[in-house]
């Protein structure tokens, strides 16, 4: 059971966290960009509800907002989980705190998709 | 001969509650090291200063301690390149204290064995050597000049926050040997380095690599592990 315990959440070692959080790191550098060119600079930096949300109404739109807000999930979930293998070592205690980790990360994404999704143009 | 201040980490578990220091002044000579600093006080004034050392020439290791708040080797650093006084020597940060400068190496040595730092290839052996070429033995580098010191282990917060982590000279280890052409041993060590305490504790903060007296660069090599290790698991 402890060993159990140890092994739970360094996924395969590491070494796929360690890949996706590199993958999602460039996915972040791209759409973070286009966040910012387009909500910040294009339109003379004027961020209204109605002009995002025309925005988001777009699937195209949709779809880059969604793969923003899951590349960013994972990139600060792992982080975190990063930070809780590098200063926690009691096993019940590092099982916890990933856990609680992934679970709000889960909601949060959840949260964010449906809204997404849901918005309309007005 | 010039009088310079030392600032000496001293503690002894079996009778002192804590660390304190001890301050020595020592008429210095012109091309003294910290090493020749540290007999000066054990030989000639006080002999309960305890320390390791071996072959004076930068070579077994042994001497590493920090000076100044940096690790390096005593028989290799130069009194005449420190302009500060006092001059603050403390034990290799990151271990337990055996006594003053003298620390408990065994995590280092255990984490090193975890790699297993010899070559292999089971291949019955050539009748002369197995033979590289300049391109190949370059991959290496120059981490076969790791004297396995740990000034770069115990520079290192990852190892400070998990002291089962390998470290920067136990990966620089296996480096060597998984970019040794010579090698077939990916799969042994594997285990140890795609590890909750392996190659993913590297924060790539670079100390290992400011602390290293032989110029080496552990935290390239555990980046060109890490891109190895991965592209093994694709
Ligand atoms: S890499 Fe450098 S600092 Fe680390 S053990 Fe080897 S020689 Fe010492
Ligand atoms: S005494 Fe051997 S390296 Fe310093």
């Given amino acids: 059971m402890n060993q159990l315990l140890k092994q739970f959440g360094t996924q395969s070692g590491g070494s796929t966290a360690w890949i996706w959080q590199r993958i999602t790191g460039l996915v972040l550098v791209i759409a973070l960009f286009l966040h910012y060119l387009f909500l910040h600079f294009l339109n003379g930096g004027n961020v209204t509800y109605g002009e995002v949300s025309g925005r988001l109404a777009m699937p195209l739109w949709k779809t880059i907002d969604i793969t923003f807000l899951t590349a960013a999930l994972y990139h600060s979930v792992q982080g975190v989980i990063m930070n809780i293998h590098d200063y926690v070592h009691r096993a019940m205690l590092r099982v916890t705190l990933v856990s609680i980790t992934w679970v709000v990360g889960l909601i949060l994404w959840i949260t964010g998709i449906a809204t997404v999704i849901a918005i309309k143009s007005l | 001969m010039a009088k310079r201040t030392f600032k000496i980490f ?28 540290l007999n000066e006080i054990k030989w000639f004034q006080d002999g309960t200063l305890t320390y390791r050392r071996s072959c004076r020439h930068g070579i077994c290791g042994s001497c ?83 004297i396995l010191c740990a000034a770069c282990t115990s520079s290192c ?78």
């Fill in chain 2, 64 to 146: 590493a301690m920090m000076v100044n708040g940096i690790n390096n080797l005593a028989c290799e650093l130069q009194i005449a390149t420190m302009k500060k006084d006092p001059i603050v020597i403390d034990p290799l940060p990151g271990f337990e204290i055996y006594k003053d400068l003298a620390v408990n190496m065994d995590p280092f040595y255990e984490a090193l064995k975890r790699v297993k730092p010899w070559l292999i290839n089971n291949d019955p052996a050539p009748s002369r050597e197995r033979l590289q070429s300049q391109e190949e033995f370059a991959l290496m580098g120059n981490s076969i000049a790791c």
């Fill in chain 2, 10 to 37: 001293r503690f002894n578990p079996e009778t002192d509650e804590k660390p304190s220091y001890k301050t020595y002044e020592i008429d210095v000579q012109p091309a003294w090291t910290i090493l020749d600093v």
């Fill in chain 2, 157 to 234: 917060p990852s190892f400070w926050t998990d002291g089962e982590y390998l470290g920067p000279a136990a990966l620089l280890k296996a480096f060597r040997y998984t970019f040794d052409t010579r090698d077939h041993g990916l799969d042994q060590r594997i285990e140890a380095l795609d590890n909750k305490h392996g190659l993913w504790r590297c924060h790539k903060i670079t100390n290992c690599f400011t602390a290293c007296p032989k110029n080496l660069n552990p935290t390239e090599a555990i980046s060109k592990l890490q891109k190895r290790i991965v592209e093994e698991k694709l």
